[in-house]
């Protein structure tokens, strides 16, 4: 099998993953309109996402591992901040700029900071240099996403 | 070519930025899971501190109040959250194999992929509409660009 191929699981795990971003959206904005805020909303579906994740990490043994976040540089802890940003910049932004622009400056970001840091190989992950083929491929990711955004 | 509105320029800034963020967010909690030496307790402390985050910005900005309507809602609502921790864990546990790229490559087609067939059912309330050809070649694309970024 060439090299290329085998991490398939992984990725069939993730377009799982998306699958349920994208129930989770329209959910996270119901609840929203329920509550008539939808920062609150986004607070709420982030706490309970903790306390899933909290039970689920106690009841499979990982709960030792939370002493380590004494051990563990600072600044990894604050990733949640940039998720938490992300959301709060979702639900200021699309109001303001409208869902294609608001995207496509989102998707752009997140792309190229992706093509970027896989080119940096950050944190002791893999290196995977930029290509010719790479760059097509957010070309192909970002139109896509934005067309079915129009 | 058509001037963008001035005004338009700061929200277009902090939304490009907010993407940078998601982009180094995976890879941050990634570093963390090994750090930690569990993939599940670094994406556990990447909600909570999120989660706190926005709780504080939710009481800034005086919207406490609508916090306290969580009671009266259907709980089938409230396990959006639910998803998006599975999404955090899957990002954080992907990264190393197959790298940054190609993940949000494939959490982009799930998505996409997914909307298509939820918006074709109106599913929460949402405004139905209806699977098109455009839609599909832009789902086409984003699976395009995912096995590109494999080669």
């Known amino acids: ?36 805020s939808a920062t609150a909303a986004a607070t709420i579906s982030f706490g309970v996402g903790f306390l899933g994740l909290l039970v689920l990490s106690l009841v499979l043994g990982d709960g030792r591992s939370f002493a380590r976040t004494t051990q563990v540089d600072g600044w990894l802890l604050l990733g949640g901040l940039l998720g938490a940003f992300y959301v709060w910049a979702i639900l200021w932004s699309i109001p303001v700029l409208g869902i294609v622009t608001a995207v496509s400056a989102m998707i752009l970001g997140q792309l190229l900071v992706a093509l970027t ?29 934005i067309l079915s955004r129009m | 070519m058509t ?40 994406a556990t402390v990447s909600f909570g501190v999120g989660f706190v985050a926005l709780l504080v910005l939710t009481l800034v900005a005086g919207q406490g109040a609508p916090l306290l309507g969580i009671a009266g809602q259907p709980a089938l609502l409230l ?23 190609t993940a949000f490559a494939a959490l982009l087609l799930g998505q996409l992929s997914a909307a298509l067939v939820l918006d074709a059912l109106g599913a929460f309330g949402t405004p139905v509409s209806p699977i098109t050809p455009k839609r599909i070649l832009a789902v086409a694309l984003v699976a395009g660009g995912l096995v590109l970024s494999r080669l």
């Open chain 1, 1 to 36: 099998m060439p090299t290329s191929l085998m991490p398939l699981f992984p990725v069939f795990v993730i377009v799982l993953a998306g699958g349920m971003a994208a129930l989770q959206a329209p959910m996270n904005a119901a609840l929203g309109r329920s509550l008539n």
């Open chain 1, 117 to 145: 840091l896989d080119a940096m190989g950050p944190f002791g992950l893999p290196v995977h240099e930029v290509s010719g083929t790479r760059i097509l491929a957010v070309v192909l990711v970002a139109g896509g996403v």
């Open chain 2, 3 to 42: 001037q963008l509105p001035a005004s338009l320029l700061l929200p277009i800034l902090v939304v490009f930025v907010a993407g940078i963020g998601f982009g180094i967010q995976a890879p941050m909690n990634a570093a963390l899971g090994k750090g930690l030496g569990s993939g599940l307790a670094a």
């Open chain 2, 79 to 101: 396990i959006g959250g639910l998803f998006g921790a599975f999404v955090v864990w899957s990002m954080l546990w992907s990264v190393p194999t197959i790298g940054i790229l």
